[in-house]
T-cell receptor
Framework: EPEVTQTPSHQVTQMGQEVILRCVPI?????FYWYRQILGQKVEFLVS????????KSEIFDDQFSVERPDGSNFTLKIRSTKLEDSAMYFC???????????????FGEGSWLTVV | DAKTTQPPSMDCAEGRAANLPCNHS???????VYWYRQIHSQGPQYIIH???NNETNEMASLIITEDRKSSTLILPHATLRDTAVYYC?????????????FGQGTELSVKP
């Protein structure tokens, strides 16, 4: 079964450092997402991406964050200067799209644990 | 997107059916009901979704009331591995790229 894969599974970084989290969405999918989950809290939407641009972003997704699809397979989340409160599990997700009114299911990866110290 | 209400926790005996309720009284006609689960901080796992009719797949059944204001996810024979947080989410039909908004979900504990 196709799946969304994420690397690294766990990263520890110093406050102020830049971090890039990588994701390989399911191959025929057109919509890509990043979510995060702070320990013990809800899964929160960060950003969605379609046709090489951001289609929607949340208030959390401020100027510290950026996303990119550098090639035909990878989708990355960059945090420019990490803060302690960025410590969380970050989930990448993708959906097929291209079929309006058919309920395009979003599939999630297993996540990347980011610990900022 | 409409909001959902779920009980914070439920218990179920292993081998019995687990019936997880969800209220979505403000759902509109163009919104699907989705169910996901999250096992111990793993990525949310898609279970099933439906619009109006009841749905069944290899994981679960989804029963949606006729007025669509509530639904029930049924795990027919719960196992210990079904212990997880279950999320009921509504999402617009036309919004093929639209986000999912997660609530607190129901923490299901399957006990031997």
């Amino acid at each position: 079964e196709p799946e969304v894969t994420q690397t690294p599974s766990h990263q520890v970084t110093q406050m102020g450092q830049e971090v890039i989290l990588r994701c390989v969405p399911i191959s025929n999918h057109l919509y890509f997402y990043w979510y995060r989950q702070i320990l013990g809290q809800k899964v929160e939407f960060l950003v969605s991406f379609y046709n090489n641009e951001i289609s929607e972003k949340s208030e959390i997704f401020d100027d510290q964050f950026s996303v990119e699809r550098p090639d035909g397979s990878n989708f990355t989340l960059k945090i420019r200067s990490t803060k302690l409160e960025d410590s969380a599990m970050y989930f990448c997700a993708s959906s097929e799209g291209g079929r309006p009114f058919s309920g395009n299911t979003i599939y999630f990866g297993e996540g990347s644990w980011l610990t900022v110290v | 997107d409409a909001k959902t209400t779920q009980p914070p926790s439920m218990d179920c005996a292993e081998g019995r059916a687990a019936n997880l309720p969800c209220n979505h009284s403000t759902i509109s006609g163009n919104e699907y009901v989705y169910w996901y689960r999250q096992i111990h901080s793993q990525g949310p796992q898609y279970i099933i979704h439906g619009l109006k009719n009841n749905e069944t797949n290899e994981m679960a059944s989804l029963i949606i009331t006729e007025d669509r204001k509530s639904s029930t996810l049924i795990l027919p024979h719960a196992t210990l591995r079904d212990t997880a947080v279950y999320y009921c989410i509504v999402r617009a039909v036309y919004n093929q790229g639209g986000k999912l908004i997660f609530g607190q979900g129901t923490e299901l504990s399957v006990k031997p």
